[in-house]
């Protein structure tokens, strides 16, 4: 039986949260932008012209990211981009020291942002990284590029913070995924649990009831014909009655096990009531349907229905219809009570409507 719609709402709630990163990474990207043009500003005006062109150059990386995901929406892009421009920008403010030797500060905003932006583990890899680079500079200040020199007890708090903060970060956002796993797998039973017929794992009623409102649209739409099969089993209160309630039980679940096996990926199977079924099948004309359904009555006849080394007489009984003979829902599932009705008055075991008697059992095949 297709099972769509779980899947399709949890990738509905990643896309969501795709699209809220993607809008505070635009938002961060601006404020980058603009603090990186006032303080290149100050820098200017304080006569550090190199450290000012500079700073003023890494707006371009990021206001091309902007404009790049502006135009191919790439989320994956824009997330890359703005860590590898920040990533350098934060090496050359280390290597560099800023104004004042403070440039190393910056790089406290790096351990949040890489672990809400990418997983615990790339964010864990990239930031050892970054620690690696920041260690060359504190231990080779002669290096190319490197033109400053931080006292020993800066180097020393500022990896002891930065160690504090990158563990607290991690920790942090381990516990955000975990919770928010733990509620999206809580989301999906109680979402599995409310379309869901808890004694047979078919669908229930109301997930039926939607299903057949989303075909008759498709229908409507684009002319897709489907039918259905109401199903009910024979004589369900004598097997209750003689064998027990948890005979009937079983009774119901072997039959679903049954169906589906027999019903086609993309058809739906449903309990409709207490012992009675529903099959809506897709693209499925009038004799298709009543073909299914006659092939699963035999199957059912053919079946040993057991409960505690005890054979159960179970046969169905049911009432195909074709969209094509009704003009909505309500025609379609009366047209097809009204058939079940008369393959019961009929002497039960049978499908209605147009079928002959069938040999080897009491039962009848559909005619073509
Ligand atoms: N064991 C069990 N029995 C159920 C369940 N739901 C409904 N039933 C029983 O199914 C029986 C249905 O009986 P009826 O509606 O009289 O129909 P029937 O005996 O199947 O007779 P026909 O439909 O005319 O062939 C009732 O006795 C219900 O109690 C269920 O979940 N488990």
Redesign the pocket.
Known sequence: MRDLSTSSSHRGVEEIEDIRISRILTWLSLMAILFLGGIGTKAWLFGHTGHALTLWAFSIPLAFNMFWFARTGNRTVQKSGLIATVGALFAYLIASGGENNTGPLWFYVFPPLLFYLTSLRTGTAILLFCYLIAAMVFLFPDLPLVNTDYTLDFKIRFFATLTFESILCFVLEASRLKARNELMALARAHEHAARTDE?TGLANRREMQHRLDAEFSRYQRSGHHFSIALI???????I?DQYG?HA??EA?RTFSALTRQIIRQSDIAARWG??EFLLLLPDTSLIQALALAERLRAEVVSTEFMFREQRLPVTI?AGVCSIAKAGSVDELLKQADIHLYSA?EAG?NQIAPRVRPHQGDNGSGPTP
């Open positions: 004694l009910d089993l024979d004589l369900f209160k004598g209750n309630h009937g039980d119901l207490g012992e009984s019961k039960r």
